[in-house]
């Protein structure tokens, strides 16, 4: 299947300070990528849309003016946590769309990056 | 808004087959199923997608009955490696992309 990475895998940081994860499709071009976040013991929640040239759309209650989406090319977004508070502190997952030779996309999920906020 | 509902968790033992099923009666005439298994600290990874009848590949079989309104995972000779969460996931809407994630189903396989 198609992967996808993330960097870094995990990160700790002081409370205020800001965070950036980065997601890149490794093999394939992906115009729309998705960032998750995933409480211990919790389903994963879709935070927000990153579409490639065009502004990110946010999931009701996300903050976007706290989660600031970059989607700059093809293959790669950026979620950056500005002003990072111990509650945000999650596991955050990113996935992308690989086009198949089937009838419909299949969404391909990166590592996940575990961020501490201290 | 297609939504799905499984069995919170599951039991078995090792090279049982383990049969998960899923509601989503509100699918799309377009849309597929789609499964993932989820690792504790890893993201979700793909196990199987399908639209209709059944589809088998070296991992799974999924079975889904004509009416599409629930489909059900297939496991065969499951190991303790197969313990994990099980997500069955339609697009979230018509023509969206996004996926919503339920609870999922927690597998424990014991020896």
């Known amino acids: 299947g198609a992967v996808v990475s993330q960097h870094p895998s995990w990160v700790i940081c002081k409370s205020g300070t800001s965070v950036k994860i980065e997601c890149r499709s490794l093999d394939f071009q992906a115009t729309t990528m998705f960032w998750y976040r995933q409480f211990p013991k919790q389903s994963l929640m879709l935070m927000a849309t990153s579409n490639e040239g065009s502004k990110a759309t946010y999931e009701q209650g996300v903050e976007k003016d706290k989660f600031l989406i970059n989607h700059a090319s093809l293959t790669l977004s950026t979620l950056t946590v500005t002003s990072a508070h111990p509650e945000d502190s999650s596991f955050y997952i990113c996935?992308?769309?690989?086009?198949?030779?089937?009838?419909?996309?299949?969404?391909?999920f990166g590592p996940g990056t575990r961020l501490l906020v201290l | 808004l297609a939504k799905t509902t499984q069995p919170i968790s599951m039991d078995s033992y090792e090279g049982q087959e383990v049969n998960i099923t899923c509601s989503h009666n509100?699918?799309?005439?377009?849309?597929?199923i789609t499964w993932y298994q989820q690792f504790p600290s890893q993201g979700p990874r793909f196990i199987i997608q399908?639209?209709?009848t059944k589809v088998t590949n070296e991992v799974a079989s999924l079975f889904i009955p004509a009416d599409r309104k629930s489909s059900t995972l297939s496991l065969p000779r499951v190991s303790l490696s197969d313990t994990a969460v099980y997500y069955c996931l339609v697009p979230r809407d018509t023509g969206r992309r996004a996926l919503t994630f339920g609870s999922g189903t927690r597998l424990q396989v014991q020896p």
């Open positions: 399908g639209y209709k």
């Open positions: 509100n699918i799309a005439t377009n849309d597929y």
């Open positions: 996935s992308a769309h690989s086009p198949t030779s089937g009838k419909q996309e299949t969404q391909y």
